[in-house]
């Protein structure tokens, strides 16, 4: 009877040594395949995170360039008005015109050829005349956007590298620079008026980049 007590407490044991090795298997299975669904996880969230963080640089970069821009943009401002005021210190003589002009004639004068854009040595008449062109092209349902001292700037500087620029009517002028600075809006495509001015895909594209569009 005794040898039977044991043999039941021998088999006892061992099934419960057999229980505690499925539950340490059983658990193991359980954790290698949370493990495998955590790294899956991870593998399906790594295109996501990778693709969030290239479009963060990329705002990051427009935010940059947009501000470089606007910086530039002060910059020419403050140089206009610094060579318009140096300008403005010279007598008549020095400069060879009429320092003042009757503002109508000019601008019809402007109607004709940008020649008389030289005759103007003070700065407010030529934002004034810029201001006036703009005007008009609104009266069209043409809108354009940028102020008029940023375009009587970059006109005078771009007048004084290419001085025959100034044999067109001024609204001419003011028309191929706002197409140039993707800033024409009369609703057909900028790229195409840019192309019709710039003449090449080539030029087109260094433009955009200059203008830091994408």
Not at 69 to 79: D, G, K, V
Not at 116 to 131: F, I, N, R
Not at 141 to 170: C, D, H, N, R, T
């Amino acid at each position: 009877m005794m040898k039977n007590s044991v043999c039941q407490a021998g088999w006892c044991l061992d099934m419960i040594s057999l229980w505690c090795m499925l539950v340490i298997f059983l658990t193991l299975l359980q954790g290698r395949a949370l493990a495998g669904g955590a790294a899956a996880m991870k593998k399906q969230r790594g295109p996501q995170i990778q693709q969030r963080m290239m479009q963060e640089e990329m705002i990051q970069q427009r935010v940059l360039q947009e501000t470089a821009r606007q910086e530039h943009l002060a910059q020419q401002h403050a140089s206009f008005r610094e060579q318009e005021a140096k300008t403005r210190a010279l007598s008549s003589e020095q400069l060879g015109v009429q320092s003042e002009a009757d503002f109508s004639d000019v601008i019809q004068d402007l109607f004709r050829t940008s020649r008389a854009w030289t005759l103007m040595v003070d700065a407010d008449a030529k934002e004034a005349v810029v201001a006036y062109f703009l005007k008009e092209f609104r009266g069209k349902g043409i809108v354009i956007q940028k102020p008029a001292w940023y375009y009587a700037g970059l006109i005078e500087s771009m007048s004084q590298e290419s001085p025959e620029m100034l044999a067109q009517p001024f609204d001419r002028v003011l028309q191929v620079v706002a197409i140039i600075e993707y800033d024409y809006e009369n609703g057909q495509d900028k790229d195409m008026l840019a192309y019709q001015i710039l003449g090449s895909k080539e030029a087109v594209v260094q433009n955009r980049q200059r203008l830091g569009l994408p």
